[in-house]
């Protein structure tokens, strides 16, 4: 088996030739730099996905590890993750909860003792062994693996001449690799990775790589005097198509072209379909446990694998395979008017049967009635799938997905689905449970939704509520201010007196990191900054707009206004000198913060710019919150959150500029700390709004799509648990709203911040109103952050909207446009700020001067208004400033 080593933030490396090949011919272990790092993992496989990997981190001493991050990767196809056998064996408890399939140790040679394989018996199921000395004698590292295999197969229960692949797994170092070092390390049933970098696709191998097909061939063992390897070829879903042979030549040929090519034993090279046109496309080579046969894994093209034109050499397909066929053959040319015709062109037609079906399989109960309604049900869920371009490999694809994930869904029934039970018709009992009991007039109760339950929102009805309980539902769920202003002031105080010492101490207490300094300064390393291609070139294009649509506010032209003769007045605008600006961290990286504050900044022209974020785990700043803080020009990046970063940019520290303005948004802690600071005149500083927890209101009529307002809301529900969103439904039937429910439970069950949005959507309602006037008058009394109309006609609306953040307007304008890349801020007001605040914009941090210019003649015309006025307000300094040049005038 081939294995290769691959580092995925290798952005700059030219990949898609040598992943497609080493997806052919083995597995790769995907090296990350941090076990957390799990955006640069999933960027890396959304470009190049692989149906089987490794992931492999060396993780530091002090580098936190999380159950729910190792799950993470698992659920999203990970098969296996290597971790150092040192912090499996401090964390026994924590990875007891995942299965021993699932992980590997990693032991560095020198450490691969009896009781080191002996403690981790039970624990994974097979190791990597790190080899990092140099000059090592290659027959004594044979030796020394050979020793720790027969110790670990013992203490693992595997007898001699069993061990399994992948068992034992070399990831060596300073290593020259050697085809004859591959076969001997292979003959003692241990695996050697080989960093991609080292490998090619060329036919001969030079002194610093290795062919990748050289690589499986030199493991294969024939018993044939031709030196053949048996091969059996298979499609997408293991069905044989037939037998033929293979060389080492063949292997190279088939690998480099990602084609079936053979060996023919009379006619030498044999490229599948190069005169029939029945080619193949290559997925995988796999080798038996002997190592003497091969299986090519192929999709295949034409009128089948056979010389007699049949798909398989072994006679006609059956079963599911010859229906999948037949059902491919009928989309293309059914006869008209036939059935099949029927169930493809008419959707409504093939639904309704596809329900029957189920139904008729749910009441059946003897053996042949099940296998018969059962495979009516398959008959037309084909038809489904087919219709719809996806084939049963498609389907056993998910079906193998789904069986690498560790976390489970409750497996619960829909509502529609469920059987009523014998008291579910008390209608008391069922407005108690939808909050719509109007008996209490004290604030909604928003209980936290356990794992087994449907998550759902509250749900209330305007028609059947109270005044005093409608005024209630435009509540935040937020805690008492005063409760978080005694919290936050320490802080602030303490920052204000130790300064950078403060802020160190903070940062360890509450993120459990230790900074040497709070401060990197421009110009920032580039290593620090190093992307993707992918997420650097979506930051660029994001970049462009909002600077676009920002630069667009900005009117640089004086205003001059003459207001009567000889009295000009005039406004000009300079920009706001220094200005900190807050990216949150905590659950979720938020680069796209850093572009909607930095870049109006910019705009402005502010001389200098200052980005505050909460650090990583190993004391760093986000790489792409980092690359946008050298776009926009930003002086300094301060590797501090919370209240304690509020109160350095307010007051200053040794290495925190003291700034004229801090924006952003954060936690209620955050916010509370910028109103603390800004009503403190000695801080001498000004804040952009009260923003606090995100906040989004949906109104939705019967011309809107379930899944769509349900993403919208989920999008919204993911920041964090104290997040809240509401669904304003327009005279939804039933059935409509039921949908939008389901939607929600179904897409959020599949989120990977499902324990957030839980919460988030146990504080969160819906509320039914009987027409449109309603629904913007709730609006507008709630004044939400984000304001979606998923309504008919929608830009017809917008002119109703007096109070938002921003609003989005139709089926096709998701909240995450404005959020990341249209061009709009999504910096914005929340807790019902939207009635008096505009969110982030230019003239956020703009300021105007006004001036005005009398001449003799303006200042004759106007004295005698101003010294009247002045003698009014008994200012009699304000008249004489007039009246001395008055009298010089007159």
Known sequence: MVYSILTVDSSNLKLDPLINSLRIVGDIILSVSSIGDTLSLETFLQKYPLQNYWVHSNISNNESLELQTIVRILDSGAAKVVIPASTLLKEKQLFSEISSERLVASIPVSSTSEQSIRDLSGLVSSFVIIVEQENVAFENFIKTLENFIKLAASHQNITDGNIPAKFVVILPQNFKYSLEAIRQISSIGA????????????????????????????????????????????????????????????????????????????????????????????????????????????????????????????????????????????????PVGSYSQRLFQNPDLLRSKIMEEANELCSATSKEDIAWEAADLIYFTLVKCIGNGVSLADVEAQLDKRAKKVTRRPGNAKPQWQQLSANGNDESKVKKLNGNDNTSSSIPVFPTISKSETIKMQHFRASEISLEKRSLLLIRPIIRSDDIMSRIQPIVEDVRKRGDTALIEFTMKFDGVQLETPVISAPFPAEAMKLDDVTRAAIDKAYDNIYKFHEAQYDRSTLVVETMPGVTCSRYSRPIEKVGLYVPGGTAILPSTALMLGIPAKVAGCKEIVIASPPRKDGTVVPEVLYVAHKVGASKVVLVG?????????????????????????????????????????????????????????????????????????????????????????????????????????????????????????????????????????????????????????????????????????????????????????????????????????????????????????????????????????????????????????
């Open 191 to 334: 695996d050697l990775t080989i960093p991609f970098e080292n490998l090619s696709l060329d036919s001969s191998s030079d002194s610093t790589t290795i062919n990748i097909a050289d690589v499986l061939s030199c493991q294969l063992t024939s018993d044939r005097s031709d030196g053949l390897f048996t091969t059996i070829v298979v499609d997408e879903r293991n069905m044989a198509l037939g037998v033929v042979y293979s060389s080492a030549e063949s292997i190279r040929e088939a690998v480099k072209t990602g084609k079936g090519v053979y060996q023919s034993r009379k006619r030498g090279l044999w490229y599948k379909g190069a005169t029939s046109g029945a080619t193949q496309d290559l997925k995988k080579i796999e080798v038996d446990c002997d190592g003497d046969a091969l299986k090519f894994i192929v999709t295949q093209h034409g009128s089948g694998f056979c010389h007699l034109n049949t798909r398989s050499c072994f006679g006609a397909d059956v079963g599911l395979t010859s229906l999948e066929k037949t059902l491919q053959s009928r989309k293309i040319s059914a």
């Open 642 to 890: 919370g209240a304690q970063v509020v109160a350095a940019l307010a007051y200053g520290t040794e290495s925190v500029p003291k700034v004229d303005k801090i924006c952003g948004p954060g936690n209620q802690y955050v916010t509370a700390a910028k109103m603390f600071a800004q009503n403190d005149s000695s801080a001498m500083v000004s804040i952009d709004m009260p923003a606090g927890p995100s906040e989004l209101l949906v109104i939705a009529d019967n011309s809107s799509n379930p899944a769509y307002v349900a993403s919208d809301l989920l999008s919204q529900a993911e920041h964090g648990t104290d997040s809240q969103v509401v669904l304003v439904a327009v005279s939804l039937t039933q059935a409509h709203l039921q949908a939008i429910k389901n939607e929600i439970h179904e897409q959020a069950s599949r989120l990977p911040r499902v324990d957030i949005v839980r919460e988030s959507i146990g504080k969160s309602f819906i509320l039914e109103v009987d027409n449109i006037e309603d629904a913007m008058r709730f609006s507008n009394d709630y004044a939400p952050e984000h304001l979606i109309l998923h309504l008919e006609n929608a830009e017809q609306w917008v002119e109703k909207v007096d109070n938002a953040g921003s609003v989005f307007v139709g089926s096709y304008s998701p909240e995450s446009c404005g959020d990341y890349a249209s061009g709009t801020n999504h910096t914005l007001p929340t807790y019902g700020y939207a009635r008096m605040y505009s969110g982030v914009n230019t003239l956020t941090f703009v300021k105007h001067i006004t001036t005005q210019q009398l001449t003799k003649d303006g200042l004759n015309l106007l004295g005698d208004t101003v010294m009247r006025l002045a003698e009014v307000e008994g200012l009699e300094a304000h008249r004489n400033a007039v009246a001395v040049r008055i009298k010089d005038i007159r």
